[in-house]
């Protein structure tokens, strides 16, 4: 990367002296140049000290090149060159070069880092390919012993765990190109390449024993793309390619057992396997067309054609020696024919016709039909036997289900214009459903929406909306998953199903929205923007998701009350909430029992805020700007539970703890114009985190809690940081 930083550079001054030696002529013909840069000294006053701060992005504390721009022309010919944060992990370049309205070229380069964690901590080593490995003199330790000294001498170990930093980088570049053979048709052509390097969490488990590992990323994705543009005065036409070929350079991820070392045994094997992501492809194909029809009428077409396959080779079922699985035989369902690998495809199409209309003066007509297939031609493939966890066989066989869906839609919508200040419209769309392998084979659903823009006079903007809709199934099928259980399941009981319960995504559901948005200017200098919205869902169910609300409100202000200053303010919030019904079904003795008395409610509530305001002022005229911004924003969610009294204890809900984040944000800026190109900048600014997570906050590599469990200890602490910043830019 760093001579990719130095050859832009080069090439950037070169072609500055270049043109430095051939002036420009007056009528044009020699080159024309210009260009900036910003560089500067960066320093953090105080270590943050918590992933959070830097979770997308590096604060160095060091000199560097923030921002360069070079741009060369001569005649029709140009060349631009533009980067930003160079040498950081967040860095971005970006050259562009071609034929005005003839021929454009581009190509890109950028790095997204995500730090997931500074406080983790390695108990395994890696050994590479993504197998763990853990010392044997460390493994025969904790074999052995009373579970209380072994608990003890897991605790000690996991004490010296190393700390390293849970991140991954994707790297991703680019190039496009775009020709115009002749001024009414346009080809296209793309190249994408990103690799994502790394590790994130995963959790490999023995038995009911988890241990957390840093999962080795080694994706590398390539992205095509082509198209041609035909556009006449009366209708245009376009075709386009996009395809995605993805690897993983890593199948699986392989662990020691820390409380085995000598041989497998059935229920403790030496080592426990969990395969990756696999490699897949997909290809997609479209076309699109627009004509122009008489009475000022315009119809659009897209249909569109992909194919996405998989055909990775199964691992074997375990790499437990001790458990004999010798009866595993995996078949099509179809023909019975055996097979080693899944040979996974589906295909999508779509048809999307819209066509517009205006036939008189203040009547809008519009029109619309959408048809959607999600085809799984994976075939459907029977598993004789399974292995859990490396620890046990289950001898019942299992089938893969297949899912796939057609949604069909259709919808008209009229629009007048009731006075000049006043235009309304009414709309209807039904959409139907149709499902393989889930609960509700069919749904239908009737959406009604109206909208209503008022503008009474040049300075207030009005636009009000509402959306009705009901969804309605045809039959709801509580066993469906008993397809996937050829040869029945373990547990005999089949009341755990629980009959009454309801799907959200495919039952039922009545759903009201309503959106407010204005803009209003009662003065030249005065913008003030409001926006109010309220979603509804109601779901009738008796048991699972009953009911979904939302509502946000938020106001954004700017206001010039002199001519060199700006002030500019916004505030927002958001307020969500949820209830649902469910049941602890227990099961003992290998029988699921099913009681009213094991009831319980759930209760989510979820609140988001933000505020900001700040000032921008030239306190001296083409000299001195200064400006400065202050933000906010602050998220809780809480989960209340309650329960019927006389059920099994051990489904008694409880309520969790609420969740909070917060973050404060001050910042400013003071620019000084040292000369017409030249301008030195001082900027600060002030962050500070609050979290308050029960899930995360108290996690490490051992918990009492789970004795013979292993974490990486992934937190994000709070944190508070003040940087500085001193830049001289340059433009020419």
Known sequence: MKKLILTILAGGWATIALAQEEAPTANGGGYQTSGFFEGGFWQVLKDPGSAKFQEYRQVKEYLLLNRFGFNLSKENYYLGVNANELGKTDQRATARFGLVRKWKNKVTWSQTPHLYSTSTRASFLNAGGGVFILPDSIQAALSSGSSSAVTAKLKSFLDGAQPFELSAQRNTGGVTSEFKPRSDLTVKAGYINERKTGNKQLGV?????????????????????????????????AVAYSGRVFNNKTEAVIRDNLFRVTTDSVSAPLRARLALPVDNMSHNFTFTGTYNLPKRTRSVATVSYGV???????????????????????????????????????????????????PVEKLTLKGKARYYEFDNQTPELFFTSRVSYDASVDTFGRANLPYEYIKRSGGAEAGYELIRQVHASLGYTREGISRNHREVEASNEDIYNGTLDIRPNNWVTVRSSYVHSERKTQKYDTLFFEESFPEGESVTNPAMSLNELRRFDVYNRKRDKVELTSQLSPIDELDVGLNFSFAEDDFSADYGLEALWNLGWGIDVSYIPVPRLTLFGDIGREDGRGEMESRYRAVVANVGYDSLNNDWSGYLRDRFENYGFGFSAEVWPKKLDWGANYGFTYSRSALLSTFAPGGVAAGNAVSFPNVYYKLHRIGSQVSYRLTSQTALKFSYWYEKYLETDWAIDPLQPFMPIATRSVFLGFRIPDYEAHILALKLSYAF
């Not at 198209?227 to 209708?235: G, I």
């Not at 199964?314 to 899944?342: C, K, M, Q, W, Y």
């Open 205 to 237: 488990t023995i038995g009911f024993n988890p241990v957390e590992l840093p999962e080795p990323l080694n994706y590398e994705t390539h992205r095509f793309s082509a198209s041609a543009e035909l556009a006449r005065k009366d209708f245009s036409a």
């Open 308 to 358: 996405a396959t998989q055909n990775e080779d199964f691992l074997p079922h375990t790499i437990n020696s001790a458990l004999s699985d010798t009866g595993l035989v995996i078949r099509r369902l179809e023909d019975g024919s055996v097979v080693t690998s899944l040979d996974g495809k589906f295909k999508t199409f779509l048809f999307n016709y819209q066509i517009s209309s205006r």
